[in-house]
């Protein structure tokens, strides 16, 4: 069954922690991305990667760190230097990076307490 | 930067009405994307229009594309509760660099009221 998934669905944290937000896809796709959404709001992008071992600043880098050491895998660490950390988080897949149609995952609304 | 623009921000229709979503932008683009969002849940790829094509259909769905006047809009047909959800466009923006990703605008929230 083809996919891509995040987990967990809902995460809370204190303020101060570093907190990672998994996601991973089984579709072969080259590129992966990460976004952020606010209530009412559209995407905004924080990273995105077209290949393993690359990675590249979206619009709303600051307080965010990625990696991408695996095609399936592109976690993305929401540290203590993020401002505003309360927001819900969409991971996305592409075959080809930019212009092809992206996939979505279900999302993790992260609340910081 | 939000390079596209969704038109009205909220839309509410009967059961059975046509629901009409305009899309405008800023920059040339090689394609626009219109996606749809359930209430808590990832964006659903609806349709993908080139910057050559001026409409484009799929099912109740109807997607023109004006490069002139930089705005496309979604049609969506004889509409059912079922179709209440944000829609959101999306643009691939050219000459934006080495590697090019989407920009989603704010979204349109349509209520479909059976």
């Known amino acids: 069954d083809g996919g891509i998934t995040q987990s967990p669905k809902y995460l809370f944290r204190k303020e101060g922690q570093n907190v990672t937000l998994s996601c991973e896809q089984n579709?072969?796709?080259?590129?992966m991305y990460w976004y952020r959404q606010d209530p009412g709001q559209g995407l905004r992008l924080i990273y995105y990667?077209?290949?393993?071992?690359?990675?590249q600043k979206g619009d709303i880098a600051e307080g965010y760190s990625v990696s991408r050491e695996k095609k399936e895998s592109f976690p993305l660490t929401v540290t203590s230097a993020q401002k505003n950390p309360t927001a819900f988080y969409l991971c996305a897949s592409s075959a080809l990076a930019g212009t092809d149609t992206q996939y979505f995952g279900p999302g993790t609304r992260l609340t910081v307490l | 930067s939000q390079q596209g623009e969704e038109d009205p921000q909220a839309l509410s229709i009967q059961e059975g009405e046509n629901a009409t979503m305009n899309c405008s932008y800023k920059?040339?683009?090689?394609?626009l994307q219109w996606y749809r969002q359930n209430s808590g849940r990832g964006l659903v790829h609806l349709i993908l229009i080139r910057s050559n094509e001026r409409e484009k259909h799929s099912g109740r769905l109807r997607v023109t594309l004006d490069t002139s006047k930089k705005s496309s809009s979604l049609l969506i047909t004889a509409s059912r509760a079922a179709d209440t959800a944000s829609y959101f466009c999306?643009?691939?923006?050219?000459?934006?660099?080495?590697?090019?990703?989407?920009?989603f605008g704010s979204g349109t929230q349509l209520t479909v009221l059976p």
């Open positions: 579709l072969n796709h080259d590129a």
């Open positions: 990667s077209q290949i393993v071992n690359d990675f």
């Open positions: 999306a643009t691939d923006a050219s000459g934006s660099g080495s590697a090019r990703q989407l920009t």
């Open positions: 920059t040339s683009i090689n394609n």
